[in-house]
């Protein structure tokens, strides 16, 4: 063997190792990928337990503001949704950096188990593509209207149920009945299919 080929044969075992190599790490950098392009989504999942735990606060506390004076009720509902949004602002970015920590232990271990190396990169491949970009800044728009429309849908059917429930849950709890709507309060609310 000459030195030149000696050389040659060194450089493509040298090649084909580091290729080994680097094909040991490519499911693993292939899930990393797919983490990284889904961390809109893994925002997004903070945001929505960010909005809602504020929401239950305002619904909780709405009791509470309704009994308040007449003359104070406008201000103190103001100062209550301004104390929630605050608090919103707070609890939104923890969760969101949380969130955003804690996806690669939550989510690598699944796509291990449940992805193939393939698969993974066909996965990163759709991610990137600008379908899957469209669909996806096109995905609050669409579940927004699906959640409008189902609710408008079973309003007849779910809201006498809240009612039932709410009446049960007042005799359970020793509280006085709800007071009927006022005939103002039900013209504001929007009909019922």
Do not use: H
Request: aromatic share 4%; charged share 25%.
């Amino acid at each position: 063997m000459t030195p030149k080929m000696t050389r040659w044969t060194l450089a493509l075992v040298t090649g084909l190792m580091l290729t080994g190599l680097a094909q040991a790490q490519t499911k693993k950098e292939l899930i990393a990928k797919v983490i990284q392009l889904q961390q809109p989504s893994v925002e997004n999942v903070a945001r929505s337990i960010a909005a809602q735990t504020a929401q239950q606060i305002l619904e909780a506390t709405g009791p509470a503001v309704a009994q308040q004076p007449a003359d104070k009720r406008e201000a103190v509902a103001k100062d209550v949704q301004a104390e929630v949004k605050k608090f919103y602002g707070d609890i939104e970015s923890v969760l969101r950096d949380r969130a955003v920590k804690l996806a690669p232990t939550a989510m690598a271990p699944v796509l291990e188990e449940k992805f193939s190396e393939d698969e993974l990169k066909q996965l990163v491949a759709w991610l990137e593509s600008p379908t899957a970009k469209k669909f996806n800044e096109s995905a609050p728009v669409l579940l927004e209207t699906m959640q409008q429309k189902l609710v408008a849908d079973t309003r007849g059917t779910v809201e006498p149920k809240i009612r039932t429930l709410e009446g049960t849950l007042r005799k359970k709890l020793g509280l006085p009945a709800a007071a009927p709507a006022s005939p103002a309060a039900s013209a504001a609310k929007p009909a019922k299919k």
